[in-house]
C-alpha cells in the first residue's frame, strides 16, 4: 500500500540553525512526493514538490531531494528563521485519487 | 489564496446537533476532497468526489455524509454530533482525472462540539 512515515516532532530550534525533517515513503508505482506546510491558524500550502526520481524541489530556502533508492523525500532548510514555525506534512501522490499525508511535524523556531 | 473557498470559518454547536460544511473548489477543478484534523493530529482522510460522484472513502463515520453538486461545490454533513467531532475540517480540490499534482486546500472550518 501506499504510506508516508514522517520524523516525530515537535522540533525546536535556535534561528539560523539547519533544518532537517525526515520523510520516508512506501508506494506502489511511481508517485509524486509534497512537502506542505500549514502556518498557525492556517490551511495547507503547498511548499514543495518533486515528480520523479532525482528531482530537487525547493522553495523559500527549503530543499527536498527524491531519492528513490531510499525511499526517501527529506526536507532541508540551512538557516530557520523565526517565521518557519510552523506544521510541515510529507506527502505523496500515485494518481488522480487520494493523497497520503505523514502525520506533520511541529516547527518552532526561537529567536 | 489558494482558489478553495469553505465556509463558515467557524461553528460553534451543541452534542447531538447536525451541521453543514460547505466547500468551492477552484474553478474547473472536478476533484473535490474533504479532511478532519484533530487537535495533536495528522490529517484524516474522509473523503473524495470527482465530478458529482464518490471516487474514494477514507475514515469517514457513519454519522457523516458528503455529496458534490452539479455546480461543483461540496457540502460535508456532520449529524448526531459528540465532542470529540470538534476539529478543524479541511476541503482541497483538484482538477482530476489524469492530474496527479498537488492538492489546493481551503482554509478549513472549525468545529466546535460542546
Known amino acids: ?111 | 489564496d489558494s482558489g478553495v473557498t469553505q465556509t463558515p470559518k467557524h461553528l460553534i454547536t451543541a452534542t447531538g446537533q447536525r451541521v453543514t460544511l460547505r466547500c468551492s473548489p477552484r474553478s474547473g477543478d472536478l476533484s473535490v476532497y474533504w479532511y478532519q484534523q484533530s487537535l495533536d493530529q495528522g490529517l484524516q482522510f474522509l473523503i473524495q468526489y470527482y465530478n458529482g460522484e464518490e471516487r474514494a472513502k477514507g475514515n469517514i463515520l457513519e454519522r457523516f455524509s458528503a455529496q458534490q453538486f452539479p455546480d461543483l461545490h461540496s457540502e460535508l454533513n456532520l449529524s448526531s454530533l459528540e465532542l470529540g467531532d470538534s476539529a478543524l475540517y479541511f476541503c482541497a480540490s483538484r482538477p482530476g482525472t489524469g492530474y496527479t499534482g498537488e492538492l489546493f486546500f481551503g482554509e478549513g472550518s472549525r468545529l466546535t462540539v460542546l
Open chain 1, 1 to 111: 500500500g501506499n504510506s508516508v512515515t514522517q520524523m516525530e516532532g515537535p522540533v525546536t530550534l535556535s534561528e539560523e540553525a539547519f533544518l532537517t525533517i525526515n520523510c520516508t515513503y512506501t508506494a506502489t508505482g511511481y508517485p509524486s512526493l509534497f512537502w506542505y506546510v500549514q502556518y498557525p491558524g492556517e490551511g495547507l500550502q503547498l511548499l514543495l514538490k518533486a515528480t520523479k526520481a532525482d528531482d530537487k524541489g525547493s522553495n523559500k530556502g527549503f530543499e527536498a531531494t527524491y531519492r528513490k533508492e531510499t525511499t526517501s523525500f527529506h526536507l532541508e532548510k540551512g538557516s530557520v528563521q523565526v517565521s518557519d514555525s510552523a506544521v510541515y506534512f510529507c506527502a505523496l501522490s500515485t494518481g488522480a485519487n487520494n493523497l497520503f499525508f505523514g502525520t506533520g511535524t511541529r516547527l518552532t523556531v526561537i529567536p
